[in-house]
């Protein structure tokens, strides 16, 4: 039976298709996201249609699970580690679920603040003891939040207490939910900021769809990674270590 042809390609070939440049690939290639490139007796590398299919993968993959895991996953197909790539690659899915559950935990938090109805600032501040009790935490946990950011309470000018104003119970009631989902107090306070920063009710509502917006696309930029990843296996040669 005759063998397929192999069609070679140059690294400006490669390069043309997605608008990088020939360092680029090149350097692609030294990372290890490429499998690595016969030469030419002048020294001129020869790729192939496999390497064609491994920067396809690899860039398809970068917009799914970020720069860095993108390469990790495609060092572990080329150095035949499949079980390992196929593991991050489980991982990104699994924090993606996680992501899109932390975004319907603050939905459900701070409904009452996207549908129009502003945190009732007539509510007397509390201390934080009241605060505790009203969580059912300790005041040890509120100063552990309020370490990691979550919390941002003011100070009584007279007697140098904390005082927690209506915001700050809301952000206190957030951290609380979330902590009770499992979530590291880094993850909270940047989901706390982020409402925070949002500037009122409106720009709340737009930063929740923007963050969904962007779940959405990671979502579907994997099930396109996967679609060029699949076809990338489907080239490695089977006999590697």
Same mark, same amino acid.
């Given at each position: 039976m005759k063998s397929p042809t192999v069609v070679t390609l140059k690294p400006a070939d490669l390069a043309r298709e997605h608008g990088i440049s020939t360092q680029a690939v090149r350097n692609y290639e030294r990372d290890g996201f490429l499998p690595p490139a016969d030469r030419t007796p002048s020294g001129y590398r020869?790729?192939?249609?496999?390497h064609a299919a491994a920067l396809r993968a690899f860039l398809a993959l970068v917009p799914a699970y970020g720069h860095a895991t993108a390469g990790r996953i495609m060092n572990a197909v080329n150095e035949g580690r499949l079980d390992s790539a196929l593991t991050l690659v489980d991982r990104g899915h699994a924090q993606l679920l996680r992501d899109r559950e932390t975004l319907g935990a603050v939905r459900n938090a701070v409904g009452h603040l996207t549908t129009g109805a502003p945190v009732p600032a007539h509510e007397p501040a509390r201390t934080i003891g009241e605060l505790a009790r009203r969580l059912d935490v300790t005041p040890a946990t509120l100063r552990k939040w309020e370490e990691a950011g979550i919390?941002?309470?003011?100070?009584?000018? @007279?007697?140098?207490?904390?005082?927690? $104003?209506? &915001?700050?119970?809301?952000? @206190?009631?957030?951290?609380?939910?979330? $902590?009770? &989902?499992?979530?590291?107090?880094?993850h909270i306070a940047g989901v706390v900021r982020q409402i925070r920063d949002a500037g009122g009710t409106e720009g709340l509502a737009d930063a929740l769809r923007a963050w969904q917006g962007?779940?959405?696309a990671q979502g579907v930029a994997m099930l396109d990674a996967a679609a060029h990843l699949g076809r990338y296996l489907r080239l490695v040669p089977t006999d590697r270590p």
């Open positions: 020869i790729y192939t249609d496999l919390l941002t309470p003011a100070r009584n000018p @007279a007697t140098g207490y904390r005082i927690y $104003r209506p &915001g700050d119970v809301r952000d @206190a009631e957030l951290a609380h939910l979330l $902590r009770r &989902g499992g979530y590291l107090l880094d962007k779940l959405t």
